[in-house]
């Protein structure tokens, strides 16, 4: 088990191919097609951050966190956290949303990550750092990006939802990524040892 977790990044590309498949061969619906390629993308991104060139963990501390702490070891941050988090938010904001298409504010909330996935990869993290690239920005950028602006276009209308919805979408976005990425138990997952980040995963090319 402890091998899938410390691989949990190279297995995530697998699952985006897996659920390119999916799409291909058995989904017709537009927005159905629309979330699931987006969770597909996320998986990408995962492998982006996490596996190759990697990175973001060293990036997140600095820029997210405000921690001045180089060594990884001592971040409550490894594979089952970041696995734990990564997975269960793409799990509950885009595939959840996807087999619930009548649930008409979990489909805004998806977009919503899209759309913030695209501010903090294009413009935060490459202000913050004095970058020109950041890991994850390939697939923000290039992936989600190009996908949400389909929905937008093509898919979205402004009188398929009620005020509400967009007050829920926020609150279950929030709700989310409080629960995957700050909670107690994301912190407590953390501090688990036998999960460890490697060089690669935490630093990147950017190795202090």
Same mark, same amino acid.
């Given at each position: 088990m402890k091998g899938i977790i410390n691989n949990w990044?190279?297995?995530? @590309? $697998? !699952? &985006?191919? &897996?659920? /390119?498949?999916?799409v291909a061969f058995f989904v017709s619906n537009e927005l159905q097609m629309v979330l699931l390629l987006s969770a597909a993308m996320l998986f990408l991104h995962f492998f982006e951050e996490f596996g190759w060139p990697g990175g973001f963990p060293f990036l997140a501390m600095k820029v997210m966190m405000g921690s001045d702490e180089t060594d990884s070891t001592k971040w409550d941050v490894n594979n089952l956290s970041s696995m734990f988090g990564n997975w269960l938010s793409v799990i509950m904001l885009y595939i959840l949303p996807a087999l619930l298409l009548d649930v008409k504010f979990l489909t805004l909330s998806a977009m919503l990550l899209s759309v913030a996935e695209l501010v903090m990869h294009l413009i935060l993290f490459n202000v913050k750092e004095k970058t020109f690239y950041n890991p994850g920005a390939i697939t923000a950028i290039f992936g989600l990006t190009p996908i949400a602006c389909y929905y937008f276009m093509n898919i979205y209308q402004? +009188?398929? $939802? @009620?005020?509400?919805? $967009? @007050? !829920?979408?926020?609150?279950? /976005? +929030? @709700?989310i990524f409080a629960f995957c990425f700050r909670s107690p138990l994301y912190w407590n997952l953390g501090k688990k040892e036998g999960y460890p980040l490697t060089e690669q995963s935490a630093y990147g090319f950017d190795r202090p």
């Open positions: 990044h190279n297995i995530s @590309v $697998y !699952l &985006a191919g &897996a659920i /390119f498949l999916i402004p +009188g398929l $939802y @009620v005020w509400y919805d $967009y @007050v !829920l979408a926020i609150i279950w /976005f +929030g @709700v």
